[in-house]
């Protein structure tokens, strides 16, 4: 029996046999530039669960936007309209409209950030600015870190 737990011991220590999988992986084309880089979809539709896209390229070693194709590609996420617009008002004269996909910032007055900013460091004495952008957001408020 101690034998059997002896070898039982040395068995769990061992590595693995087996390579394990891939997550990232570069796939040349065989044609000219660089080769196509592959994210296993299963992994991908997770890790943007849990994750920014931006951290989430930082850990797979691969950019931000990659990581959009690729979830674009699965159809993980949705594809965003247009930023820049041409738009013809009544008079025939054209006008370039822009649109912004990131969330606005709180129109907050300067004594309710106070308020709300003096609250947060009771409880938080030792935050920094960025701490307390980010207790902002928790409660719903996107303030700049100016405005703090």
């Known amino acids: 029996m101690v034998e059997a737990i002896d070898h039982a011991e040395h068995q769990s220590v061992d590595p693995p046999q087996t390579l394990g999988f891939t997550v ?67 008079n025939g004269v054209q006008h370039y409209v822009y649109r912004s996909y990131t969330p606005r910032m709180s129109q907050m007055t300067d004594e309710q950030i106070d308020t709300l900013l003096q609250e947060i460091l009771i409880d938080f004495p030792n935050l920094g600015c960025q701490m307390i952008i980010a207790q902002f957001r928790v409660y719903g408020m996107r303030i700049s870190c100016q405005r703090i």
Not at 68 to 88: D, H, M, Q, T
């Open 24 to 90: 990232v992986e570069s796939i040349p084309s065989g044609a000219q530039g660089r080769p196509r880089i592959h994210i296993d979809a299963a992994i991908l539709t997770q890790a943007l669960d849990l994750c920014p896209l931006s951290v989430l390229a930082r850990r797979l070693g691969v950019s931000a936007r990659t990581i959009r194709r690729r979830a674009l590609e699965y159809r993980l996420v949705e594809p965003c309209g247009p930023v820049k617009n041409i738009e013809v008002d009544d």
